[in-house]
């Protein structure tokens, strides 16, 4: 048990011979030395979460402090952990997928689609184009509603309250739309292998059409708010800067690292769905810093309209189920793929065995990779950036933990 | 720093531009919220709440023809139906049908599979229970539709 935490905290003490590492763990069984008083402590280890509001969910993570400035931190992870991946292994193709959309709960049908699409290359058919339209509407509202709630939530954790409200009130819209189109409104279960299991509903595009005229002048008001705003400046200009070289280096995907001037987007280096016949840009950062993550999202959300203005008017006819076997036995073999979500790159390894279930099912969530460079990202900052940062790298809870 | 930055840091102008826009809105036509037991939601037509079984409106009969593959659809395999053969029609004919609401994740597998169109989920939205037993749904509540209580003054 104690080699098992002196080598999950090792990274914490670099510089530190192995003898004189203290983790959490032996500070806590051993009694405090007697010149360590409060005032005059220059290491301090602090528990921040998982009750904390600002880790959005039960993320605990271990501040080694000096002061107030940050030494080093360690994510503990698990508190949400449900072994979505096991629950996989003894349900089939089709009974799985409603599953997938409890691990990115506010980015469900992003879920849904990564996993669809990899069960459908696995069984090696395609979705018919009206089918590939619709999920890529619907793909990028849920980028939208995604990109909201971690605008309004990030913003709240550095004390901007106003835009949580804003973008609370505008999410609700996107919502209304998943609710009419599949019936529900954060778990959908919107697409089913092979297609969409749902036609669209009477008066869909004019919907989608009529969102995307009322979002946009939205999106300048959180802009109004907030972009210039000089506090929100101070907040985020400048912390947690991550360099695209080491972004890449921890396998940070998503906004994240294309806040630090790599130009990669899924969408764009593997399309999928129908994303190849759309027009839209990859907006880049160039400090990597949260202030560049914050634009780089925003205009992420005017991105993602340009793409559902182009799909919602060019909408092919057709069916929208393909020819799906109405048991799905796979051939024996694996499959890796991978989709854009709103948070980074998601992947599904799927390994049949041939039957009717999965042998087994692995999950990329971007969440749990990304998290991964908090420590990177904080270190030397300040205890007040590292909320600032938990909030940037836009977590997600269900999906770190699955 | 250009001469135009450096005046509106000074005026505050961006400050003043986010005030403008949250006193905006305290507008009375822009109240978003939904004042819930008295104003009544509308969900959507399509919308997955309370399942419910057919029964035909002239006979009063089930619809269900108790083939089981609701329960088979099932991830959560909470759907149980039991049947016996009429020994004169010799058809299957449904005796029991058991939901247990609490551990549904409303992913409307069940309705997909249904060949009758019997098992739908409803409307209704308003399931919340006391206790755990009353989350279980045996066949009378599920063709009835829940009750929930109205509480007057």
């Known amino acids: 048990m104690a080699d098992d935490t002196k080598s999950r905290t090792a990274h914490l003490d670099l ?76 349900r089939t193709y089709t009974m799985f997928n409603p599953y997938v959309d409890r691990m990115d709960y506010v980015a469900a049908v992003s879920n849904g689609l990564g996993y669809c699409e990899a069960v459908e290359k696995l069984l090696n058919i395609e979705a018919p184009p009206r089918a590939q339209y619709i999920r890529v509407i619907l793909a990028e509202l849920n980028r939208l509603a995604s990109h909201m709630l971690w605008l309004g939530t990030h913003a709240l954790d550095i004390g901007a309250i106003t835009p949580l409200f804003y973008t609370f009130r505008d999410r609700e819209e996107i919502l209304k739309i998943f609710e009419k189109y599949c019936g529900a409104r954060l778990t959908t279960h919107a697409f089913r292998i092979g297609g969409c299991q749902y036609e669209t509903y009477e008066g869909f595009e004019q919907d989608v059409i009529k969102f995307c005229k009322f979002v946009r002048p939205k999106i300048d008001e959180y802009e109004t708010l907030l972009t210039t705003n000089r506090i929100w400046v101070e907040r985020t200009r400048g912390v947690g800067v991550i360099s695209a070289a080491d972004a890449i280096d921890f396998g940070v995907t998503g906004p994240v690292l294309r806040a630090s001037g790599v130009k990669w987007d899924l969408r764009k280096a593997q399309p999928y769905a129908a994303y190849k016949n759309f027009e839209f840009d990859i907006p880049i950062g160039q400090n990597g810093d949260t202030y560049d993550r914050y634009i780089v999202r925003i205009a992420e959300m005017h991105q993602s309209l340009r793409i559902i203005e182009q799909a919602v008017g060019a909408i092919p006819e057709g069916p929208i189920m393909g020819k799906v076997p109405k048991v799905m036995k796979p051939p024996v073999g694996e499959i890796y793929h991978s989709i854009e979500a709103p948070k980074g790159e998601l992947g599904y390894f799927i390994v049949s065995d041939g039957s009717t279930q999965p042998y087994r099912v692995r999950v990329r969530p971007p969440s749990f990779v990304n998290l991964q460079a908090l420590d990177k990202m904080v270190r030397g900052a300040l205890v007040a950036d590292v909320v600032a940062v938990i909030g940037t790298i836009d977590i997600v809870l269900g999906e770190v933990d699955r | 720093m250009t001469f135009k930055e450096l005046t509106r840091k000074v005026l505050l102008l961006d400050l003043l531009q986010g005030l403008a826009l949250t006193f905006r809105y305290q507008n009375p036509k822009e109240i978003y919220t939904e004042q819930y037991p008295l104003q009544r939601p509308r969900v959507a037509e399509r919308y997955r709440g309370a399942p419910r079984l057919g029964v035909n409106a002239e006979t009063n009969e089930t619809l269900c023809i108790a083939c089981d593959l609701c329960a088979l659809a099932c991830p959560e395999h909470l759907i149980v139906v039991t049947s016996e053969r009429n020994p004169n029609t010799r058809r299957k004919e449904l005796t029991t049908f058991t939901y247990d609401l609490s551990r549904c994740m409303f992913c409307g597998l069940c309705e997909d599979a249904c060949p009758t169109d019997c098992l739908e989920l409803t409307q209704d939205f308003e399931l919340a229970s006391y206790s755990r037993e009353g989350m279980i749904w045996d066949r009378t509540t599920l063709e009835r539709g829940p009750q929930p209580t109205k509480y007057e003054r």
């Open chain 1, 15 to 90: 510089d530190t011979p192995e003898s004189q590492i203290e983790t959490y763990m032996h500070r806590r069984a051993a009694p405090a030395r007697e010149e360590e008083t409060y005032l005059d402590a220059n290491e301090l280890v602090l528990n921040m979460g998982p009750q904390h509001p600002s880790t959005h969910g039960v993320l605990r993570v271990i501040l080694k402090l000096d002061g107030e400035k940050v030494l080093g931190t360690e994510c503990i992870i698990g508190y949400l952990h449900r072994g979505v991946e096991k629950i996989a292994e003894n």
